[in-house]
């Protein structure tokens, strides 16, 4: 059953789906890690790829940038394909003092600017959250592989260029990184009923102005891929 985005099957997708925004990203995810990796979906050129890893199944597409398109296709994974488990796979920008490039952060609460809640038409705010499974079985498996990674609140954003400059703020109240699709993913799952994270790492720092390059977000980041993959392995024991 194909939908406007997706030109594939249930049977296509594993369980557990990681999901980079870049579809380059996906890209090397599945050509570096997975074994009989095939490509299931490239719509829009939105690559969508699932193989083995350890044994194990696993699906790997990208998300594209922001709310709106992590919304569209985590929403049809989840209910259209029959996928339990979305591990977001990115990149964020540090806006706590403690945190440095390239340290991961796993996100157990995603705060947002985004209107995105509103369709619920909820008498109040939502706490978009992560799911506490994945959440714990990650943290579990970063400590075991000695990664150096955070666990607390991401803020997703609308915007990447904002005229308030009012991102750093966030940070006052102990939020540790801005990215931009998290908080869609966290109610497109509490809608459904499934689970998801997301698990990024810090590529620039906007208090130090610390950075990294393109390239070196899509394909140097695998210390946060193989802490996915693994997770997506622990789910299915």
């Known amino acids: 059953m194909a939908t406007p985005h997706i030109n594939a099957t249930p049977a296509d997708f594993a369980r557990t789906v990681l999901m980079p925004g870049d579809p380059l990203r996906a890209k090397f995810i599945a050509e570096t890690f997975l074994t009989d990796a095939v490509l299931v979906n490239n719509v829009r050129g939105i690559q969508g790829y699932t ?3 350890d044994g194990t199944r696993v699906s790997v597409m990208a998300s594209g ?35 440095k490039v390239r340290d991961i952060v796993l996100g157990q609460g995603a705060c947002t600017n985004s209107n995105y809640a509103a ?7 939502f706490a978009p959250l992560a799911s506490y499974r994945l959440l714990r079985t990650a943290a579990d498996i970063a400590d075991g592989m000695g990664l150096r990674y955070t666990v607390g609140n991401l803020l997703s954003s609308d915007t990447f260029y904002a005229d308030d400059n009012a ?7 102990g939020v540790l990184a801005v990215e931009m699709e998290a908080a869609a993913l966290y109610m497109n799952a509490a809608r459904a009923g499934k689970n998801a994270l997301a698990i990024c790492t810090v590529s620039d720092h906007i208090l130090t102005g610390e950075a990294t390059t393109a390239e070196e977000r899509q394909t140097s980041f695998t210390e946060m891929m193989e802490l996915a993959l693994k997770t997506a392995v622990a789910m299915e024991k």
């Open 51 to 53: 193989g083995c890893y």
């Open 65 to 99: 940038m922001g709310m709106p398109s992590m919304g569209i296709y985590s929403y049809e994974l989840f209910n259209f394909f029959d996928v339990e488990n979305i591990l977001r796979i990115g990149s964020a920008g540090a806006i706590h003092p403690d945190l």
């Open 119 to 125: 369709q619920y038409g909820l008498n109040g705010t």
């Open 167 to 173: 991102t750093p703020a966030w940070g006052k109240l």
